[in-house]
């Protein structure tokens, strides 16, 4: 059981970055999938989620509308699309995989974690 989050880095408000979430197929296939970041000297946060077909999904407040997940079945991948970035998007960001076949904002119904990925938005 493996994730492996890639795609974070250093850019600019305003711009656009791509993270994705290799997951292994025994936890992609029948699992929500969600993506989670935490702040320096904060607590993580759900930023978004998608159940297991891809067919419904959901987002924080604070990105809804700049961010979109999405999943390739055939790939394994979990996708953040992330537009309009801000300097408080700033983050450690974890794709994770859920306990059941829907997306939860809550991390706890999460039991699978992959190592993160930073975000930096320069001002």
């Known amino acids: 059981v493996q994730l492996q989050a890639s795609g974070g880095g250093l850019v600019q408000a305003g711009d656009s970055l791509r993270l994705s979430c290799s997951a292994s197929?025994?936890?992609?296939?029948?699992?929500?999938m969600g993506w989670f970041r935490q702040a320096p000297g904060k607590e993580r946060e759900f930023v978004a989620g998608?159940?297991?077909?891809?067919?419904?999904?959901g987002y924080a407040d604070s990105v809804k509308g700049r961010f979109t997940i999405s999943r390739d079945g055939a790939k394994n991948v979990v996708s953040l699309q992330m537009n309009s970035l801000k300097p408080e998007d700033t983050a450690v960001y974890y794709c994770?995989?859920?306990?059941?076949?829907?997306?939860?904002?809550?991390?706890?119904?999460?039991?699978?974690w992959g190592q993160g990925t930073l975000v930096t938005v320069s001002s």
């Open positions: 994770a995989g859920a306990r059941r076949a829907v997306w939860s904002i809550s991390d706890y119904d999460y039991n699978y």
């Open positions: 197929g025994r936890i992609f296939s029948n699992n929500g």
């Open positions: 998608i159940s297991w077909s891809g067919g419904t999904t």
